[in-house]
């Protein structure tokens, strides 16, 4: 029986999905703090962790990296807001500008990849298996995961880099130029990918600035940082607003998703947007000036 409401997160390497819990407001604060910091290591540990437990089922799933960042963009999609807004600066005025992004629409670009484990077979008795990068964040190469030889298969997933040099070392000069080629190909399918694109309003005739999707650097990592970074002293100011000024009780408010907060924010603001044109309304037929409504502060 489920007593939450949870949602369901496509994973690639599957070819399934699976269900995930609600990402709460106490946790994005953390989120947050992090990112004020510059706090990489932090902000990749927790990431890292509610991939994990997030899951409403309590088997550990192995995810490669691709897999990571579908989870992470699907609960930025149900939990904080399909649609929102990135800040870029223009090349060659240095002035911001705000350009729309949804989030679901990344999401079918990448999901559709289909990367498995690579098979490089260098003849009928020896072969490697390599993966693709598992860890959310870092400039990884695929791992040597199984090694076949004269058809005895090796487990090395546990070996150390060291080991891994010495085996290498001592295979056929064959092997590196067919994992050469095997990576290109996947560089290429996964570079095809163009997830987000803007161009600047500063500039007449100007042309796209697109971002290519990659599996093996942090440039993906770093744009779903950017996707996350809102002003955490607003944020502060929304907690205290919605606790004194409207009497929300601060354990609810820290137990509910960051998207239902911004829905309590705007039916507060179109409510006192009415009541203040309604006391307009009013004040035409009578002497005096009106006292206006204070709003909530914007966290959005």
């Known amino acids: 029986m489920i007593s939450n409401f949870s949602y369901e997160v496509y994973i690639p390497s599957l070819g399934d999905n699976i269900r995930y819990n609600e990402l709460d407001n106490r946790t994005y604060l953390n989120m947050l703090k992090f990112l ?8 990749e540990l927790l990431l890292e962790d509610l991939i994990t437990t997030l899951q ?9 990296r691709l897999d990571k960042y579908c989870v992470v963009l699907t609960i930025i999609m149900v939990c904080i807001g399909n649609d929102l807004q990135f800040t870029v600066t ?20 990448i999901n559709e990849l289909k990367l498995t484990d690579i098979n490089i077979k260098l003849d009928d ?42 085996i290498i070392e001592h295979m056929p000069y064959n092997v590196f130029t067919r994992m050469r080629d095997t ?4 560089h290429k399918q996964t570079n095809n990918i163009v997830y987000f694109k803007h161009r600047t309003p ?14 093996y650097d942090d440039s993906f990592y770093n744009f779903i940082k950017s996707l996350l ?8 100011k929304m907690y205290y607003a919605l606790t004194t000024k409207f009497k929300f009780d601060m354990n609810y408010i820290q137990s509910i998703t960051p998207a239902e907060t911004k829905m309590y924010l705007s039916m507060i603001r179109e409510d006192i947007k009415q009541r203040q044109e309604a006391i307009e309304q009013s004040s035409k037929s009578k002497p005096g000036a009106s006292i206006p409504l204070s709003m909530p502060p914007d966290a959005s």
């Open 183 to 186: 990576f290109a190909d996947i």
């Open 36 to 43: 004020r910091n510059n706090d990489d290591v932090g902000l």
């Open 90 to 109: 223009c090349n060659q005025t240095q002035k911001e500008y705000n350009v729309d992004i949804r989030i679901g629409d990344i999401i079918s670009k």
């Open 202 to 215: 500063y500039v007449v005739d100007s042309t796209y600035t697109s971002y290519n999707f990659n599996l």
């Open 229 to 236: 970074r809102e002003d955490l002293l607003g944020y502060y």
């Open 56 to 64: 409403v089922s309590g088997d550990k799933i192995k995810m490669s």
């Open 125 to 166: 008795s020896n072969s490697i298996t390599v993966s693709i990068p598992a860890s959310i964040r870092g400039n990884d190469v695929n791992v040597i995961d199984k090694i076949k030889l004269n058809n005895r298969e090796y487990d090395v997933s546990q070996a150390t880099d060291k080991q891994i040099d010495q």
